[in-house]
């Protein structure tokens, strides 16, 4: 038995580890709106991808590292297949449009996943799933750590190639203004994929280590962790990418949290109420300052 | 002066970023004139325009509009006090016809939720459709009033562009390059249309690089440069005043308007 | 009329009242992505009024549109402050506050479901839709469509003629919950059974995608997009029993029959959407449909005079 402290600082730890796979999600959307302001709803699907193929790789007995890169590579090949039919072919229309087309890739992922592999939950064969240290007496699993640092990681080196390459250049180009971008010579054809890339190797990623760590996947398993990316996102302030991981780690904070102490119903309308009370006073988020884009109307 | 101006512009002041793109401009538009507002490229004549019709709030300064204080008003509440303007880009509602977009030029005189919900489309007449079809007719234009205005050649929608604004019968209409991209006929009309609205009461403020269309069209001309007036008066005193001049020297092209005007 | 097809038809006649709801916003530029949210206020208050108040039905269903309708008037003020994702996100989170809330409601029965005492049918529910019908398209030729549509392209130019846009926003909005809500009451009355987990983010994102497939330029476009959300679904209906009269061997895949029609649904959509953005009824299209009518019309009169003559 755990004395009290001790007990909430487990959740504590566990909550950070959940809100590591928002944060990864979070930053998947954040770079989409803050370059593109395209709110990509085919995420949660790319999301689902990472983890129903970590899955279905295992089950046929490929070794793990091999498995999380086929993972990858499918969410980062699914995630450009929505800038090819969607993003691309939409610029200049109807704002909503590309949004629009996203839901449909969100829909097609999720049913196509279920007609081949069914909607049951399955359970995945982790390698890790009782690999854990114990820091302090506090229980730490192995994935969920390797979450935690790979989301911080690659928020970093993404943070780095933003400010510090000239494709990172162009991207903040587009984000300040696509047209002048456009005039400036920035090849927007040639770095927009490159949004969709990170996008999709974060959301996959995420998924993976869902996977891996919770050891359950189905077709609609993006939906739920999907939700909270986004309330992360606009809680750390849209466009801004540690804003996204601050925000994804708070919420998964919060969750375990106050899972315990008021169900999770209460949970759900708390969140989104703070998601709307903060889109509609505070939309640059809680901690303000350095948005990558700003809105285009 | 005795009578009050049709639109009078008072120190006004507008910076974007650092840069002061209005600075400390005065002029007065005469009730009944028409008055040319000239300047070289990013001069702040389209920003003067906007400020005007209260798209930009101002920095400092106030502008009245017949007399009355407008300063305050929002850019919805403008045209109550008579005001319309026209867009250097062309801005009509392309996924609406011709008829329809002018329909939303008489929005103002429509009235309130009756107007709203008025059937313009139901029965086979009704005055607006009626009053917006006449206004195509007049400009020769009875030919496309049911065309999706979008695919309409350019010419055809500039003329759009200036029926609309006029049907909301404003005292004041400001005009941004009304014919930039007409040929000579097309310029020529136009000329004849817009001595129309003179008659018919209408101050008018273009703004146009086209100098011969300036000399021939206004009486008063206000040269903008940097945001600052550098000259005002007739188009005769204007052409010779040396700031005037200075401001547009280098740029040949402006300089060959400019001989060709004198 | 099998109850089969009666049944289809009243799901279609539901589907096009809820499209409004979601079309008469977007047709003012803005997307409500809560329009579930809308719906399940509107299913759950009619439910309850008409559960307890010993009002008549028909009286109830319209009590949980005014319902739904006065929260979307409530919320517009501060909600339509913010544009574009923001205001997607917004109203996307408001649609999951109203179903987490419902959820919490032991009143009507929380997560165990609801049961609703009266039932409609096609006869009540038919006249309500075209009713609906009537109405958008008697806007759509008032000067409210008309700055609806100029509101959505060009929200500035439209204020400087004296459009009175927020108003008009506000309004689009709230008369598009009233009709969620009414679609959402109708819902209640014809399965007698609703439960918040109906109403998900999931039904908006169907609801805004079919009315977009339709097209928004047209009153005829939510029709359109609602006929093919409920009857997409029909062709896939017993895919592998079809299938097994031709081969021994079925594949399991076929089997998934609810799948495939909403990946061929998300397919469609997705091609549409690049190959024709503004939908399928487009006013051109819509002025083609009305002109083949009065054709056919004409050719049926002619017919008939024709048959007459000696
Ligand atoms: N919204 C804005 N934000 C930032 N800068 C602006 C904005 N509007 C205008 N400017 C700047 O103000 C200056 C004046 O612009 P304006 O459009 O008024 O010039 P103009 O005299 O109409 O020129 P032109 O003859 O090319 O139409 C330009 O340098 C322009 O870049
Ligand atoms: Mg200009």
Known sequence: ?297 | ?262 | MTSYQTGLLVILSINIVIAYGAYLPIAAGQMNLGIAGFMALGAYASAYVANNAGLPPIVTIFIGAGFAGLLALIVAVPILRTRGIYLALATFALGQIVAAAILNVELVGAAEGYSVLDHFGLATIAPITIATIAVVAYLNRTRFGLNLTAISQDELLANLFGVRTRRLQIAAFTLGAFFAGLGGALHAHYYNYIRPQDFNILLSIYIILFVLLGGTRSVLGPIVGAAIFTFLPEIFRDLDKKFSAFFDQVPDWLGQASAWRFAIFAALIIVFMMLRPQGIMTRGATRAAARWVAWCVRRLGFARSSGARP
């Not at chain 1, 449009?97 to 399955?122: A, H, K, R």
């Not at chain 2, 007065?28 to 798209?55: D, E």
């Open chain 1, 1 to 297: 038995m755990k004395s009290e402290p001790m007990l909430l600082a487990q959740q504590f730890v566990n909550g950070l580890m959940l809100g590591s796979i928002y944060a990864l999600v979070a930053v998947a959307f954040t770079l989409t709106i803050g370059v593109l302001n395209f709110l990509n709803f085919s995420i949660p699907g790319i999301f689902m991808l990472g983890g129903m193929f970590t899955w279905i790789f295992l089950k046929s007995g490929l070794p793990l590292g091999l498995v999380v890169l086929l993972a990858l590579v499918i969410g980062a090949a699914a995630s450009l297949l929505v800038e090819r039919s969607s993003y691309r072919q939409m610029m200049g229309s109807d704002h909503f449009i590309p949004l629009v087309s996203s839901m449909g890739f969100l829909i097609l992922y999720e049913n196509l996943v279920l007609i081949f592999w069914g909607s049951d939950i399955q359970v995945v064969n982790s390698p890790f799933r009782d690999v854990s240290v114990t820091v302090f007496g506090l229980i730490i699993s192995i994935p969920q750590l390797a979450g935690l640092a790979l989301a911080v990681t690659m928020a970093y080196v993404l943070t780095r190639i933003l400010y510090g390459t000239s494709t990172g250049r162009g991207l903040r180009a587009i984000a300040e203004n696509p047209d002048s971008a456009i005039m400036l010579g920035v090849h927007v054809f040639r770095i927009v994929p490159v949004v969709f890339l990170f996008s999709g190797l974060f959301t996959a990623l995420a998924g993976v280590i869902f996977a891996l760590n919770y050891t359950q996947v189905h077709p609609f398993m993006g939906e739920e962790v999907a939700l909270k990316g986004i309330s992360a996102m606009v809680i750390g302030g849209m466009g801004s990418v540690w804003g996204a991981i601050v925000g994804g780690l708070l919420i998964g904070v919060a969750e375990i949290l106050s899972i315990s102490s008021f169900g999770s119903d209460f949970v759900d309308i708390a969140v989104y109420g703070l998601l709307l009370v903060i889109l509609v006073i505070r939309p640059e988020g809680l901690f303000g300052g350095s948005a990558l884009g700003r809105e285009r109307l």
């Open chain 2, 1 to 262: 002066m005795s009578a009050v101006p049709a639109l009078k512009i008072d120190n006004i002041g507008k910076h974007f970023g650092g840069v002061k793109v209005i600075d400390q401009l005065s002029f007065s538009v005469p009730l009944g004139a028409r008055t040319a507002l000239i300047g070289p490229n990013g001069a702040g004549k389209t920003t003067v325009f906007n400020l005007v019709s209260g798209v930009y709030p101002l920095d400092y300064g106030s502008i009245a509009l017949n007399g009355a204080d407008v300063t305050h008003v929002s850019q919805g509440e403008r045209i109550k006090f008579g005001l319309a303007r026209s867009f250097q880009n062309i801005r009509l509602i392309a996924h609406l016809t011709a008829l329809e977009n002018i329909l939303l030029g008489q929005q103002i005189r429509a009235g309130g939720l009756r107007g709203l919900l008025y059937p313009l489309n139901v029965f086979r007449r009704n005055k607006w459709r009626d009053e917006a079809r006449a206004a195509l007719c007049d400009v020769g234009l009875e030919a496309y009033g049911d065309d999706m205005v979008g695919d309409l050649p350019y010419g055809v929608q500039k003329r759009i562009d200036l029926v609309r604004a006029e049907l909301a019968r404003p005292k004041l209409l400001l005009l941004d390059e009304p014919a930039a991209g007409l040929n000579p006929t097309e310029t020529e009309e136009l000329q004849a249309h817009l001595e129309g609205l003179t008659e018919r009461g209408i101050t008018l403020v273009v703004v146009e690089h086209d100098m011969q269309f300036i000399n021939v069209l206004c009486e008063h001309v206000v040269v903008l440069n940097f945001g600052s007036k550098i000259a005002e008066g007739t188009p005769e005193e204007v052409r010779n005043h040396g700031a005037v001049r200075e401001a547009y020297l280098g740029r040949e092209e402006d300089e060959e308007a400019f001989s060709h005007a004198s």
